[in-house]
């Protein structure tokens, strides 16, 4: 049952994540030249509906059936999505999550049936014209029933979030949010249900609370500066350096081994984001567009006129009452002995991540030896470092790694960063965590692999660098 929970809201997140950029780029647009934005420009406001309307969702319906049936099925599932998108009068992002996979593994079922049937030299007739006919049934079932279905279902939603707001009760949704954020299921909550649903509303009134739920950084920081008066040892010292990752960079996870480590902390989080939430909603803050990363700058650049200092307190009031309820709780239920247990924390956390994410029987041996590549160490070119979403620890691991090259003399080789299941396919090396191992070398066999546990403190990296060395020294 978690892991199918978790599978599904892998699937979400992964159909909204890879848009990000678009989403943001419709709310920076919005909000600087709508009628109450920075810059009022009736002009340029025309491009708000149509990227709401139509671009967004064939983006999310595109992604969807790319993961389901490649690039193939990403077409024939934005063929789909626009007849669900003509079918409704709301923009259709759950519409688009229905069509674009259904679409997608209709389609690959059907290919199935005719596969090596085809007569020579006829393959690619019969394959575009499939798609094409395919997608256009497709279309015109959304336009007739999908479309209507999924509006009707949005509407009920609607209401529902509608009741939760008109009842002050939005703030329970911390109770659920906080602690699924630490079992890894962040990605899934922010991007798979409040970012569709934030969109919508951000077109209704200007600004969405759904867009800060989950990523305010207020609690995280909060319980790290707890961690930074009021802890020992080990998790005292990191905690500073947690805490700028975290704030600045958005990287919440930086703070999940910290809950980890005293789970009786989770309390301190839903506390903190209750009063959060609490907090943005009666003083009508929110953003115009996600905040991907949840960072304070992010928070900040995404915040709409007249909604900054809303949105400061709200932060701020979520830091606080973080703070001194971790600091109450560290003192009546933590014991002493129990401060030397991060690194425990932070292995239970990788361990976590991988079972989220559902590699836990993927793994190959930790170490700086590239294995299974087809590349000379001497020819490596371009490094990518590979994480789930390719945003993230990967980001991270790539500043650290190409620091470390240019101090080596070895700037020349070109570090990247993507998503493990979009790997190029001109990478000479793949660095990427044990569990993603698998997947990795699926989405590239010709490329080296090196398996690492921690994307910031990584003993491979020196090893590595060392061999890269040897290597075009002898070549």
Same mark, same amino acid.
């Given at each position: 049952?978690?892991?199918?929970?978790?599978?599904?809201?892998?699937?979400?997140?992964?159909?909204?994540?890879?848009?990000?950029?678009?989403?943001?780029?419709?709310?920076?647009?919005?909000?600087?030249?709508?009628?109450?934005?920075?810059?009022?420009?009736?002009?340029?406001?025309?491009?708000?509906?149509?990227?709401?309307?139509?671009?967004?969702?064939?983006?999310?319906?595109?992604?969807?059936?790319?993961?389901?049936?490649?690039?193939?099925?990403?077409?024939?599932?934005?063929?789909?999505?626009?007849?669900?998108?003509?079918?409704?009068?709301?923009?259709?992002?759950?519409?688009?999550?229905?069509?674009?996979?259904?679409?997608?593994?209709?389609?690959?079922?059907?290919?199935?049936?005719?596969?090596?049937?085809?007569?020579?030299?006829?393959?690619?007739?019969?394959?575009?014209?499939?798609?094409?006919?395919?997608?256009? !049934?497709? %279309?015109?079932? @959304?336009?007739? &029933?999908? #479309?209507?279905?999924?509006?009707? $279902?949005? =509407?009920?939603?609607?209401? /529902?979030?509608?009741?939760?707001?008109?009842?002050?009760?939005?703030?329970?949704?911390?109770?659920?949010?906080?602690?699924?954020?630490?079992?890894?299921?962040?990605?899934?909550?922010?991007?798979?249900?409040?970012?569709?649903?934030?969109?919508?509303?951000?077109?209704?009134?200007?600004?969405?609370?759904?867009?800060?739920?989950?990523?305010?950084?207020?609690?995280?920081?909060?319980?790290?500066?707890?961690?930074?008066?009021?802890?020992?040892?080990?998790?005292?010292?990191?905690?500073?350096?947690?805490?700028?990752?975290?704030?600045?960079?958005?990287?919440?996870?930086?703070?999940?081994?910290?809950?980890?480590?005293?789970?009786?902390? !989770?309390? %301190?989080?839903? @506390?903190?984001? &209750?009063? #959060?939430?609490?907090?943005?909603? $009666?003083? =009508?803050?929110?953003?115009? /567009?996600?905040?991907?990363?949840?960072?304070?700058?992010?928070?900040?650049?995404?915040?709409?006129?007249?909604?900054?200092?809303?949105?400061?307190?709200?932060?701020?009031?979520?830091?606080?009452?973080?703070?001194?309820?971790?600091?109450?709780?560290?003192?009546?239920?933590?014991?002493?002995?129990?401060?030397?247990?991060?690194?425990?924390?932070?292995?239970?956390?990788?361990?976590?991540?991988?079972?989220?994410?559902?590699?836990?029987?993927?793994?190959?041996?930790?170490?700086?030896?590239?294995?299974?590549?087809?590349?000379?160490?001497?020819?490596?070119?371009?490094?990518?470092?590979?994480?789930?979403?390719?945003?993230?620890?990967?980001?991270?691991?790539?500043?650290?790694?190409?620091?470390?090259?240019?101090?080596?003399?070895?700037?020349?080789?070109?570090?990247?960063?993507?998503?493990?299941?979009?790997?190029?396919?001109?990478?000479?090396?793949?660095?990427?965590?044990?569990?993603?191992?698998?997947?990795?070398?699926?989405?590239?066999?010709?490329?080296?692999?090196?398996?690492?546990?921690?994307?910031?403190?990584?003993?491979?990296?020196?090893?590595?660098?060392?061999?890269?060395?040897?290597?075009?020294?002898?070549?």
């Amino acid at each position: 049952m978690k892991q199918g929970v978790q599978k599904f809201g892998r699937f979400l997140s992964g159909m909204v994540m890879p848009n990000i950029g678009a989403f943001i780029a419709w709310g920076l647009i919005t909000a600087m030249f709508i009628a109450t934005g920075w810059m009022p420009n009736e002009r340029l406001a025309a491009i708000v509906g149509p990227m709401l309307t139509y671009l967004l969702p064939l983006l999310i319906g595109y992604t969807g059936g790319k993961i389901v049936y490649d690039t193939r099925g990403g077409v024939v599932g934005a063929i789909a999505t626009t007849g669900v998108i003509i079918g409704a009068s709301v923009p259709m992002f759950l519409g688009a999550m229905i069509m674009g996979p259904l679409a997608a593994y209709v389609m690959k079922k059907l290919d199935m049936l005719w596969d090596k049937k085809i007569p020579q030299g006829f393959e690619m007739l019969v394959n575009n014209f499939s798609a094409g006919i395919f997608g256009g !049934i497709m %279309a015109i079932l @959304g336009f007739l &029933a999908i #479309g209507p279905s999924a509006e009707a $279902i949005n =509407n009920a939603l609607g209401a /529902g979030v509608g009741w939760l707001v008109n009842h002050g009760l939005l703030p329970l949704t911390s109770v659920l949010v906080e602690p699924a954020k630490v079992l890894f299921l962040n990605n899934a909550i922010n991007h798979g249900v409040f970012t569709p649903l934030g969109a919508q509303q951000a077109n209704d009134v200007g600004r969405s609370i759904f867009f800060m739920i989950e990523s305010n950084p207020g609690p995280g920081l909060g319980l790290l500066l707890a961690y930074m008066f009021f802890g020992k040892g080990t998790s005292k010292a990191s905690a500073p350096g947690a805490a700028i990752i975290h704030f600045f960079g958005g990287i919440h996870e930086s703070y999940f081994p910290f809950v980890l480590m005293n789970p009786i902390l !989770i309390l %301190a989080m839903i @506390g903190g984001g &209750a009063s #959060g939430v609490f907090t943005i909603n $009666i003083l =009508n803050g929110g953003l115009i /567009g996600a905040a991907s990363p949840g960072s304070i700058i992010a928070e900040m650049t995404m915040s709409p006129k007249g909604a900054h200092l809303a949105n400061i307190i709200g932060i701020a009031v979520a830091c606080g009452v973080t703070f001194v309820l971790s600091a109450i709780l560290m003192k009546l239920f933590v014991k002493a002995e129990s401060e030397g247990d991060l690194e425990a924390s932070q292995e239970l956390m990788r361990s976590m991540k991988a079972e989220s994410k559902g590699q836990g029987l993927d793994k190959a041996p930790a170490g700086a030896q590239p294995m299974g590549g087809q590349v000379a160490l001497r020819d490596v070119r371009k490094i990518v470092f590979a994480c789930d979403a390719g945003m993230g620890s990967s980001a991270m691991g790539a500043s650290k790694l190409r620091k470390k090259l240019k101090t080596a003399g070895l700037d020349d080789i070109e570090v990247i960063h993507s998503s493990v299941d979009e790997i190029p396919q001109d990478a000479d090396l793949i660095v990427c965590h044990n569990n993603l191992s698998g997947r990795a070398k699926s989405a590239n066999p010709r490329a080296n692999l090196v398996g690492i546990t921690d994307f910031l403190n990584a003993p491979e990296y020196e090893g590595l660098i060392g061999q890269l060395k040897d290597s075009k020294g002898k070549a």
